[in-house]
Nanobody, 124 residues
């Protein structure tokens, strides 16, 4: 079992930056693949970044590539999502997720564990 807690969300003007954190607890946390998703009102949950258990592999959709950076510190059992050049369309609740297989995945159903979410609002 893995328990995830996100933090770092907030209100930021367009062009600004935020860094989200995801602290994980549980058995063998360092072996889990991790991902970040977001969900805006009335929309489906959307993949924004994924990272393998080792940190050597990452993936982003075109909508955030070059602006968002995912990383992890296994010694601290913490994952991060650095978000730069934020746009109003990035406004959503952001969720951290972890999976048992250790790979980065872009599909929500491939993650067994989820955090409670943190709100990110980008003003125009």
């Amino acid at each position: 079992q893995v328990h995830l807690v996100e933090s770092g969300g907030g209100l930021v003007p367009a062009g600004g930056s935020l860094r989200l954190s995801c602290v994980a607890s549980g058995r063998a946390v360092r072996t889990y693949g991790m991902g970040w998703f977001r969900q805006a009102p009335g929309k489906e949950r959307e993949f924004v970044a994924g990272i393998s258990w080792s940190g050597r592999s990452t993936s982003y959709p075109d909508s955030v590539k070059g602006r968002f950076t995912i990383s992890r510190d296994n010694a601290k059992s913490t994952g991060y999502l650095q978000m730069d050049s934020l746009k109003p369309e990035d406004t959503a609740v952001y969720y951290c997720a972890a999976n048992d297989v250790g790979y980065l995945e872009a599909v929500p159903t491939r993650y067994e564990y989820w955090g409670q979410g943190t709100q990110v609002t980008v003003s125009s």
